[in-house]
């Protein structure tokens, strides 16, 4: 699942050395320069990596650093790096590229990503969930990414304008005291939209008892256990109900509203994630970045780690070994997730670059997403997004919104039928 990023425009550049060249290119897949119009390739022809904006910097120089094989990197628009893997000409196909963990599933089921086989003192460098939601299998799980960042939401809270809530009925009492303050005001600045965002939603769902996939004996997440509507859930969804009707939450408000009315003080109550950290630098509002207190149960986040693939065509183009040096030994060095820390704008994963990533707003957010849940990695991942968010849409829309024992019993089936 896509989450709303901030856009950088890359800056033409060609850099010309010994071991490297770097070429910026932005939009559509570019055809690689002097490449044959066959799949296959001498090893010794450059590694391609798609990066969004903001990872280039830092992947260059860690390409230059590396200096194992020339590396081209190509700026490539975020939302499309998955979707266009699957179409492009080999010709013109990427030898790595980065993305979610959420992708995992998708793209190794249809062999589009090989695994990878870092060493084993290289992955205790990892918190266990980083690598687990890289890694995907139904008989024997393999390492599908190289995670290098973390990401999830926080509940900001605006320190000039209400207290720190440190329970549930705190936050709500000043969430809803605020909104009666004064007309345009909101309670609780949760984007939605008519679209719907169970992303943003899901500290809400995990703290009334809900989860999306259970998981089998062997550990994998199962997709004939669908917990949208598991007796828990189903028994607290009264409480939706409830922050509907007092106005709590409503999903009319959409990402540009929820933002806008934190810099408008207008809310004092955001929830977001790092990729807004700039926007907060800038604020000047004083705030604070704390996980949703506990409702009946812990309120976690989704939690997103951010990876490297190395995708089929590094084979194709006779890379491979290259391409796999290249992400699963230097990419996961400390050193180089680090740099990539400070141009990404997210906590490292490596444990030990997190030790040295001294961001403020980021080390809040990371404190904001213990004991989080990884989004699934599984490909039915994709027949869950559209009824989730819906069954929040209906329910939280105010007059007129079906009730959430109907709304989330409707989409857990809508759902469980997709998978088939």
Known sequence: MVRKR???VGTALVAVGALALFVVASGSP????????????????????????VQKPSIEKSAAAWGKAPVTVLVH?????????KSVKPEN??????????????????????????????????PKYALDAWS????????????????????VVNTQLVKVPTTFAQLESEAL???????????????????????????????????????????????????????????????????NKEGLINSKVDYNTAKNAFLKKQAAFWITGP??????????????????PRIKFRAVPFLGVQGMMVTKYATDHGVDAVAKDFVSSYMMTAGAQLDLANDNGRTPANLQAAAKY????????????????????????????????QAWVKSTQGAGATKARIAFTTAARNIANKIG
Do not use: C
């Not at 628009?77 to 893997?85: A, E, K, V």
């Not at 995907?136 to 509940?155: D, S």
């Not at 707003?361 to 490909?379: R, Y």
């Open 6 to 8: 901030i856009s950088r």
């Open 30 to 53: 570019a055809t690689r320069a002097g490449a044959p119009t066959g799949a296959n390739r001498a090893a010794a022809d450059k590694l391609v990596i798609w990066v969004d904006s």
């Open 77 to 85: 628009p975020f939302g499309n790096i998955r979707d266009d893997l």
């Open 93 to 126: 196909a990427p030898d790595i590229i980065i993305g979610p963990h959420d992708w995992v599933g998708d793209l190794a089921t249809n062999g589009l990503i090989e695994p990878l086989y870092p060493k084993s003192g290289t992955k205790k460098q990892f």
């Open 136 to 155: 995907y299998g139904t008989a024997v799980k393999k390492l599908y990414g190289a995670p290098y960042a973390l990401e999830n939401v926080g509940l």
């Open 177 to 243: 005291a605020f909104k009666h303050k004064k007309s345009g005001n909101i309670a609780i600045a949760v984007p939605q939209g008519s679209g719907g965002d169970p992303y943003h939603m899901y500290s809400f769902f995990s703290g009334l008892g809900g989860y999306v996939f259970g998981r089998n004996k062997a550990g994998n997440l199962d997709p004939s256990n669908i917990g949208i509507a598991n007796p828990t859930f189903l028994k607290n969804s009264v409480l939706i109900d409830k922050w």
């Open 275 to 292: 990729w807004e950290s700039d926007t907060l630098k800038t604020s000047g509002i004083k705030f604070k970045i704390i996980q949703m």
């Open 358 to 389: 001294k961001d403020p707003i980021q080390s809040q957010f990371g404190k904001a997403g213990v004991g989080g849940v990884p989004m699934p990695n599984i490909p039915q991942m994709g027949s869950v997004w559209t009824d989730f968010g």
